[in-house]
């Protein structure tokens, strides 16, 4: 014995459509918001490259005032109140204090 199945009335095709529409478009818009949130979002690509700028600028700085640090450590150890280095001493007390020598000649610029 043979069964028929009767067709399905026309309208499968549109509620088909509607079912199929209503995963895809959902899915289409959550890839579209992440796809712009990885690019522009506040820890997405440009923040990263941005980010990435800021950082080789800070390290150009911390090198810059490593060296300093380094030239001011060297100073103060040549001030130690054990041994002061005499040159030191004398650099630092025209420097700041404004002394100067009784045989030294000063030049006053204009």
Known sequence: MRVHYASPPRRRGAIWLLKQLSVTLPCVGLTAYFSYHIRYGQHGLEARAELKDRSALL????????????????????????????????????????????DDKIVVAR
């Open 59 to 102: 390290d150009f700085e911390i090198k810059g005032l490593e060296t300093v640090r380094t030239r001011l450590r060297h100073d103060v150890a040549l001030l130690s109140p054990e041994i002061p280095n005499a040159d030191i001493v004398e650099e630092t007390a025209r420097d700041v204090l404004g002394y100067v020598r009784p």
